[in-house]
């Protein structure tokens, strides 16, 4: 059984969104019902409905950054209540049982997470529809506690631009003195910059645009490396730690990585496509690695909004109403916004 409800999509990758009908599933024994409050708008919203990767289902309901009230809970559920406020991110359900999963990396389910939109819906049939719309029900499992301190709407991109960053700087164990280089100021390279400097590392901006450095030292940067500038590059060769490249699209990371130490790691959560050819010599000479992370799986993710509870971490946010959604999507591909878009649901609920 389901229950329609209101929801803003496309029906095909040339079509701008429009308010639509979509069905949501009735409460199973594990489900929870959200009424979603605020849905931040990623970049991978707009490749999806645009069909930029090639792998989209019409009609496409974007949005996996979800922020709202519980307002039902299954029989079996028993972490939530109602009136929780809950977040939902990238995922809505995995197997639960593969060695990826038993070890709460469910992003990288073997036999496949299931997206929150665009994903394989294992209730309804055909795909999953996402936060662009009044509420969704989701396994309990997938659903994460909201700190009650931070400001509500800024917190919804944490969900996917969040975890991005936090995933990698958590798992090779950034910490006080590491000199960390964050490349790209954007909705992911300013949340990098905001959990690298709470975690006690030396934070540097790494930067084509000079212009860029009074709003990276407001963000938390320690100070600002435009890798334009050849001889600030050769000042900082071999001096890095850790670097997070934020960069979203096909570009030269050779420079970067004469930036690093021995044994250090810079690692692409951006690029999400073919890049520029690499120099072998950039990495033997000095066992350095070029590595890629994901997003982070529930427990990770659960860890990244505690953390950003207890140290008042949220991301900046310009908000807008649904109806504002089109043009806003031409906004983030002309990098117009600092530095995410933030959907008020009640707009669509009026």
Known sequence: MSTEIKAYGAQD????????????RDLNANDVKIDILYCGVCHSDIHTVRNDWGNAKYPSVPGHEIVGKVVEVGADVSNFSEGDLVGVGC?????LSCSACEEDLEQFCEEGMVGTYNGKDKHLGGHTYGGYSTSITVREHFV???PTNLDTKAVAPLLCAGITTFSPLSHWNIKKGDKVGVVGLGGLGHMGIKFAAAMG???IMITTSPDKAEDAKRLGADGVLVSKDEDAMKEHRGSFDFILNTVPVKHDVNPYL???KRD???VMVGAI??????????IIMGRKSIAGSLIGGIKETQEMLDFCGENDIVCDVEMINMDEINTAYDR?????VKYRFVIDMQSLKN
Do not use: F, H
Not at 13 to 24: G, H, Y
Not at 91 to 95: N, R, Y
Not at 273 to 282: A, F
């Open 258 to 260: 004469q930036l690093l």
């Open 91 to 95: 995922m809505v359900d995995s197997c």
């Open 332 to 336: 983030v591909t002309d990098g117009d």
């Open 273 to 282: 496509e073919p890049l520029e050819p690499m120099n072998g010599g950039n």
């Open 264 to 266: 250090s790691t810079m």
């Open 201 to 203: 590392a030396e934070t």
């Open 13 to 24: 990758s040339k079509a701008d969104l429009k308010q639509m009908t979509i069905e949501r």
């Open 144 to 146: 994460l506690k909201v």
